[in-house]
């Protein structure tokens, strides 16, 4: 079992579908472990977020990163590239939880050291589903780095 | 570059070979007969010659006899008058050089007077001519001999002079071999033409020109010998005793006592003088070939072979792809030129050709690229609107589950299936898309090891349903491995599926070969297909049943029909309702059976 810890897990959620945004948290309200989620809508925000940079500059490290591919102006590739990229933050595990499921985009994505590909279920119970075994691991099961 | 006689340069070349050599043998036939033809002549011309000789060495002998006679009835002579005599016969001799001396002897052997002084008084008594003239009383010819005084060949010649039937004297001549000579110097015969005078036993007497070491000796055996010993008269073709070649005739000098032979001998190369004119044309005429030979050669590299040589160049060029090339031949009529120019016009096309295929590669690669754009929005894009509706209808249903009426809650349903089944649609269509696009390349499929993937696919409804699949060996073909697994999951699938309620499914795969293609068949016992929907169920989402009787969008067999097209071939359906279906498919059977 992982870490016992007092504050919530820090979640920076990269989604630019504020309905997908919205049944996330959602589904993330119902789990046991307490969780903060951020939402940024784009892959520039994302990288501010990380950064801390301008409205940014008080956010906290998030413990994970999820992430979808398909952005406005800097889309998940280009931001996922970066982090792993980047001495501080590389180290945060990055979920991509995206609609695609073709072999380019999954191939794409562990190239670029994702932790983890994830692709979005239609049906709302598996997306639950889905959510509760992201907890189950990440949050419970694995030791995640400190920041 | 090697050109054999294959080549057009060697046929060329044979081709004026086949014109000359006839030619040439017609002048080697006119050459051997001209050889012939002189070497008759002068054969003829030698044997035409010897009897000449004979027969006025006969007169000259019949003449001298005559001669002697007539001496024999003179007074002087008869008398023994000496004075007279002696001039009488040096007289003689003056007039007729042929005679070596006259002689008068007495019958004891005394001389009593000569034609030429001579230094003995009387002849040795046992010497023949004198003997047998006295012993027989009549003419006695001598044989030819070497003179004793002169050196020359000479025969003597003698007849008695009687008195009252007593021999008293005897009259002689020495006869030499001069005649000769002169018959052959005023004669017609080529200069070098021999005359021998042979005796019996092949002993050389006279030759003309002089050949003073050969007088005595014998020319030796051989066949032409032989052939003058057992003829008479003959021509024939040797070695002369100089070594030359000559044409021989002989013949039988007559009127002495002894078997002389008389042979002429015109050397060949002489007689063939003639001959040397035809050789000569021989010669132009083969120089005149190899002339025409040789320019046959360079002008056919000059005129044909350069181009045709370039026109291979260019072929070859061509199949390697270079299609820019071009032969460059504008010059010539001929039809070499005209091939040149056609095969350039060809190059042009093929050009084009090339150019439009190359546009509509790009222009299907492009489209391709649209397709995949198209694919991956319908995967991405279009999902994500659905499950927003198929997601969120369906927490308003969780959330507010007690608020909501049955009606509510049926609507939700409608709407929650609804997305499922656009969901469902996406993904068929894009499967549909794929098998075009996403095709792997073609390989080895053995199709035993497709049907025991497709088995293991389907062992859930197999073992439900009882399925029985029956197929003998399976060909090897060429083709894409998971579309060929695909292919007959579809169709094996859909015989389980469409089964007669209450009959186990029986389906069977058969393969024949046909030609480069392979037929299969695949076999069921299932529910058939009306047979006014038989054209129609290959087309995508045609369905013809509802969902509740058979779940499915209706994409499996447009994608069967797809897959079958991509590997060239077709799909059929034949059908009886209520008894079962056979699919009819062939694949292009580049594979080992």
Not at chain 2, 84 to 94: N, P, R, S, V, W
Not at chain 2, 315 to 328: A, C, M, P, W, Y
Request: aromatic share 8%; charged share 25%; glycine share 8%.
């Amino acid at each position: 079992m992982g870490t016992n810890r007092i504050t919530p897990f820090e979640i920076l959620l990269v989604e630019d579908n504020a309905g997908d945004a919205r049944l996330l948290k959602e589904a993330f309200r119902d789990i046991d472990t307490p969780c903060n989620i951020n939402v940024v809508k784009d892959g520039v925000d994302a990288l501010r977020f990380l950064y801390r940079q301008d409205e940014f500059f008080s956010s906290p490290r998030p413990d994970l990163i999820l992430l979808d591919l398909n952005l406005p102006r800097k889309d998940g590739r280009e931001v996922l590239a970066d982090v792993k990229q980047n001495e501080s933050v590389k180290s945060i595990p990055v979920i991509v939880l995206t609609t695609s499921s073709s072999e380019k985009d999954i191939q794409t994505a562990y190239g670029l050291y994702a932790n983890s590909y994830i692709k979005k279920p239609v049906d709302l119970d598996e997306f639950e589903h889905v959510v509760k075994t992201i907890e189950q691991f990440w949050l419970k099961l694995a030791f995640l780095p400190e920041g | 570059m090697a050109i054999g006689i294959s080549g057009l340069r060697g046929r060329l070349v044979l081709l004026v070979l086949f014109a000359v050599i006839p030619a040439l043998g017609v002048l080697l036939f006119t050459a051997f007969s001209e050889i012939r033809y002189e070497m008759d002549r002068a054969l003829k011309d030698a044997h035409r010659f010897a009897r000449y000789a004979a027969e006025h060495n006969n007169s000259a002998m019949n003449g001298t006899k005559h001669l002697l006679l007539g001496l024999s009835k003179i007074p002087q002579i008869r008398d023994m008058d000496a004075p007279a005599c002696e001039k009488i016969f040096t007289d003689l001799i003056d007039v007729y050089p042929s005679y070596e001396n006259i002689l008068l002897v007495d019958a004891s052997g005394s001389i009593v007077c000569s034609g030429r002084p001579l230094t003995i008084t009387r002849i040795p008594t046992n010497t023949e001519w004198f003997t047998k003239a006295v012993s027989e009383g009549s003419f006695y010819f001598g044989s030819y001999r070497l003179g004793l005084v002169t050196g020359a060949t000479e025969f003597s010649l003698s007849f008695p002079v009687e008195d009252n039937g007593a021999v008293k004297s005897v009259l002689s001549t020495t006869f030499n071999l001069s005649w000769f000579r002169a018959i052959a110097a005023g004669s017609q015969l080529p200069e070098g033409t021999t005359l021998t005078v042979l005796d019996s036993s092949g002993k050389i007497l006279a030759m003309y020109p002089d050949a003073g070491d050969w007088i005595g000796k014998s020319i030796g055996r051989s066949k032409a010998v032989e052939m003058m010993q057992n003829n008479n008269d003959g021509m024939f073709r040797a070695i002369g005793l100089d070594g030359e070649k000559r044409l021989f005739g002989f013949t039988t000098m007559t009127g002495q006592g002894t078997n002389l032979r008389l042979m002429v001998g015109i050397p060949e190369k002489l007689a063939m003088e003639p001959v040397k004119k035809v050789f000569f044309y021989i010669g132009v005429w083969i120089v005149f070939s190899t002339i025409v030979l040789i320019t046959a050669w360079v002008a056919g590299s000059l005129f044909a072979l350069n181009k045709i040589n370039r026109l291979v160049n260019v072929t070859k060029e061509l199949s390697t792809g270079n299609l820019s090339i071009r032969t460059g031949i504008r010059s010539g009529r001929g039809d070499l030129g005209q091939l040149a120019r056609a095969f350039d016009s060809m190059a042009e096309a093929l050009q084009e050709r090339d150019r439009e295929l190359e546009a509509q590669t790009e222009e299907l690669e492009r489209s391709n690229e649209e397709l995949e754009q198209f694919a991956y929005i319908a995967s991405h894009d279009l999902q994500e609107p659905l499950r927003m509706i198929s997601s969120y209808t369906q927490l308003l249903a969780k959330r507010y589950k007690d608020q909501l009426d049955n009606d509510a809650n049926e609507f939700i349903n409608y709407a929650v299936d609804g997305a499922n089944r656009m969901q469902v649609l996406i993904n068929d269509l894009l499967s549909y898309s794929r098998v075009g696009t996403k095709g792997e390349d073609f390989s080895h499929v053995d199709l035993n090891s497709v049907l025991e993937a497709v088995k293991a696919n389907l062992k859930g409804v197999i073992e439900e349903t009882g399925a029985v699949i029956k197929y003998s060996k399976l060909p090897t073909v060429m083709a894409d491995n998971s579309q060929m697994i695909q292919l007959f999951q579809n169709l094996i699938g859909n015989a389980v599926k469409f089964r007669r309620e209450g009959v186990t499914p029986e389906i069977e795969i058969t393969s024949k070969k046909e030609g480069n293609l392979f037929r299969f068949v695949v076999k069921d016992n299932g529910i058939g297909i009306d047979k006014k929907y038989l054209d129609r169920i290959f087309v995508i989402f045609q369905r013809l049943h509802t969902k509740e009787e058979f779940p499915g969008t209706g994409i499996g067999l447009a994608i069967c029909k797809k897959i079958v097209e991509r590997h060239g071939g077709e799909i059929s359906v034949e059908s009886a309702e209520g008894k079962g279906s056979d699919f009819t498919f062939t694949l292009q059977g580049k594979g080992r059976e």
